[in-house]
């Protein structure tokens, strides 16, 4: 009897929760297309600024240290994946506003 108790009470928080997330929505109707090209060209430049930024420094280290691992190469992986973290961030902080 306890565990049907505790199962309605999840579903209808589950129920509720839904609900408020649907009425949010249509009260905030002005996050329409410039709110999602706003976003794109938020997600591109926190990718491609790191990026860019890793690659001239590797290209300064491979000048400097004429080592035999290309630092251009490592620059640029680590660009890249420094500016999808930023991505991920910048995302996740503008859905939680939503």
């Known amino acids: 009897m306890d565990n049907n108790f505790n199962e309605e ?13 649907k ?3 249509r009260q905030e109707k002005d996050r329409g297309l410039w709110f ?6 938020l997600v591109g430049w926190s990718v491609i600024i ?3 930024l890793g690659i001239g420094l590797g290209v300064w280290l491979d000048k400097i240290l004429q080592d035999r691992y290309s630092w251009t190469l490592m620059g640029l992986s680590v660009g ?3 500016g999808c973290i930023n991505a991920w961030y910048w995302v996740k902080k503008e859905s939680g506003r939503s």
């Open 50 to 52: 790191p990026t860019l």
């Open 9 to 21: 009470k999840e579903i209808s928080e589950e129920i509720r929760a839904k609900e408020a997330r």
């Open 80 to 82: 890249v994946i420094a």
């Open 36 to 41: 999602g090209l706003g976003m794109f060209g």
């Open 23 to 25: 009425i949010k929505a």
